[in-house]
């Protein structure tokens, strides 16, 4: 089982309508990171926190993906309103520091229908 | 920006023997880590093995090692004695020390032949 932890595993829902990723890093990893992954493809860098503070969103497409990290721990990425193409795996990963390897979490599978 | 390019979408190999996975990368930064991840089918990304710019040995993890040609900005992945569970997708990856971002490389998918 991933150590770091995602929910949900898969989720389906129709265009135009909201979604939500969660994810629980390793304890003490201050950098968080969210990835897409299309099927084929390597992950793309969506977001990166380090602890509550965002240090690289510039691949995130703001008028409709958003992520948090309130207390520097968990953190939400949220897609509203979701299109066709946001269909891919949505990967968390975490380390120890930002010159440190990532640990993945199990990611979650979404699809729009 | 950096780039990172994997040439080779699929391979394949006998069990128990040796392959290859390429890896070249363009940067212009001089500190930087390198690093192989596997993702096999429906499970996490692990880390294989990592490579510290600033070394010139090669990592060495078993049965896994690196050929790194710092000059020709090259990253390759020798899987020696390969198992039926070495079969999943293989990512190369840059780490930008400076700015602490990571790019990914499309992947090479390996299949490995009993």
């Known amino acids: 089982e991933a150590e770091v932890a995602q929910s949900p595993r898969y989720k389906i829902t129709e265009k135009s309508q909201a979604v939500a990723f969660w994810c629980d890093p390793i304890?003490?990893?201050?950098?968080l990171y969210w990835y897409r992954q299309i099927l084929g493809q390597g992950p793309e860098l969506l977001v990166q926190?380090?602890?509550?503070?965002?240090?690289?969103d510039s691949q995130l497409p703001k008028d409709r993906f958003s992520a948090e990290r309130l207390k520097g721990v968990d953190s939400t990425l949220k897609i509203q309103p979701a299109e066709l193409g946001d269909s891919a795996m949505y990967l968390c990963?975490?380390?120890?520091?930002?010159?440190?390897?990532?640990?993945f979490g199990d990611g979650t599978r979404l699809s729009i229908l | 920006a950096q780039t990172v390019t994997q040439s080779q979408p699929e391979m394949s190999v006998q069990e128990a023997e040796t392959v290859t996975l390429s890896c070249t990368y363009d940067?212009?930064?001089?500190?930087?880590?390198l690093f192989w991840y596997k993702q096999p089918p429906s499970r996490q990304m692990i880390l294989v093995i990592r490579?510290?710019?600033?070394?010139?040995q090669n990592a060495t993890e078993n049965r896994f090692s690196v050929n790194f040609q710092k000059a020709a900005k090259s990253f390759s992945l020798k899987i020696s004695d390969s198992q039926l569970g070495d079969a999943a997708m293989y990512f190369c990856?840059?780490?930008?020390?400076?700015?602490?971002?990571?790019?990914f490389g499309d992947g090479t998918t390996l299949t490995v032949k009993p």
């Open positions: 990963a975490s380390s120890s520091s930002v010159n440190q390897p990532q640990h």
């Open positions: 304890s003490g990893h201050a950098t």
């Open positions: 926190f380090q602890d509550e503070s965002v240090v690289d």
């Open positions: 940067t212009s930064e001089s500190d930087y880590y």
């Open positions: 490579q510290e710019a600033y070394k010139q």
């Open positions: 990856a840059f780490l930008n020390t400076n700015a602490g971002k990571s790019t």
